[in-house]
């Protein structure tokens, strides 16, 4: 990550505290950057895969409303409201699988607090952010990562998650409105910083 972690260092240390968002395409590589920048700036790592929308919840069109699978409300009061006042965080998953809602984990108060996960960068929760970062890749790429990371399971994500990922990034223009774009299928180091504010 060399200059970009630094830049972030540095926007540390002139805020007092961050609150970063990583979306973008599923199988490009966003956990895997959450995690990295987690362990270099000691921050606390929250992933948007734990507040899926319990199913009895979810309007009948759900697939078709952009984040219509997602809490978003939970997560902002659960997680960005009490990081934003600098207060410990009560996290409690949703696991869809078992689809009942996993025992709760405490995080204290950081510096740093990370956000991982497509659909982080909603509306809902995007003022919330200091710094919004985009994870992309060639369609063709991403679909290799996600043959070869999910087996048979790809089909789901061929025809249900891909397609609502790409309706809600087209909806909400949420590639335009990140301040730095990752494109891990060229140089994952080369990272294009959009926002001025933040060199």
Known sequence: MGDNLIRLQHL?????????????????????LGAELAEA???????????????????????????????LHRFYADILEPVR??????????SCPQ????????????????????YSQHPLLANAYDVK???TAEKAVQTTRLQ???GD??????????????RYFQHFSIEEGADCIIRTDTDPSAWEWRTDALC
């Open 12 to 32: 540390l240390e002139k805020k007092g505290k961050l609150l970063i968002a990583i979306d973008g395409r599923c199988g490009c590589g966003k956990s895997r």
């Open 41 to 71: 700036l000691q921050a606390n790592l929250f992933h948007m895969d734990d507040y899926y929308l319990p199913f009895r919840f979810r309007q009948e069109n759900w697939e078709e409303i952009p984040a219509g699978n997602m809490d």
């Open 85 to 94: 006042n600098g207060q410990k965080v009560l996290y409690r998953p949703f």
């Open 99 to 118: 689809r009942r809602y996993l025992p709760e984990k405490v995080f204290l108060p950081a510096a740093v607090n990370i956000v991982e996960g497509s």
């Open 133 to 135: 970062l985009f994870v």
């Open 148 to 150: 070869a990371r999910e």
């Open 153 to 166: 399971h790809y089909t789901a994500f061929e025809k249900i998650w891909i397609p609502m990922e790409e």
